[in-house]
Nanobody, 126 residues
Framework: EVQLQASGGGSVQAGGSLRLSCAAS????????IGWFRQVPGKEREVVSC????????YYADSVKGRFSISADNAKPTVYLQMNSLKPWDTAVYYC???????????????????WGQGTQVTVSS
């Protein structure tokens, strides 16, 4: 069974940094993508950043470009989301997801992801 475990969340002051980790196990897909999504109460889940493990293509939401960086360690395998210059509006529950059939054109689409882990809370204070 595919298992995705998000971790690394916490509480930081605005301007601080956090690194989220998504540990994936229980799968043997040759091609797949990992995406980070976030959700706050009353709002729909939105894409933050994604990476294709097939060709390394990455995607960043406009709201996090220049501040967040996604990377993958295929040896574990684990995907990281380095979050710098955090802002109060980054506060959300962050989820990682795996898309076994995601392609570049659908990398940022929630519908492209088959498996979802439990979220990790990120709280950024003013």
């Amino acid at each position: 069974e595919v298992q995705l475990q998000a971790s690394g969340g916490g509480s930081v002051q605005a301007g601080g940094s956090l690194r989220l980790s998504c540990a994936a196990s229980g799968f043997s897909f040759d091609e797949y993508a990992i995406g980070w999504f976030r959700q706050v109460p009353g709002k729909e889940r939105e894409v933050v950043s994604c990476i294709s493990e097939t060709d390394g293509t990455t995607y960043y939401a406009d709201s996090v470009k220049g501040r967040f960086s996604i990377s993958a360690d295929n040896a574990k395998p684990t995907v990281y989301l380095q979050m710098n210059s955090l802002k109060p509006w980054d506060t959300a529950v962050y989820y990682c997801a795996l898309g076994s059939r995601a392609i570049v054109s659908t990398l940022r689409s929630k519908s492209a992801y088959d498996y979802w882990g439990q979220g990790t809370q990120v709280t950024v204070s003013s």
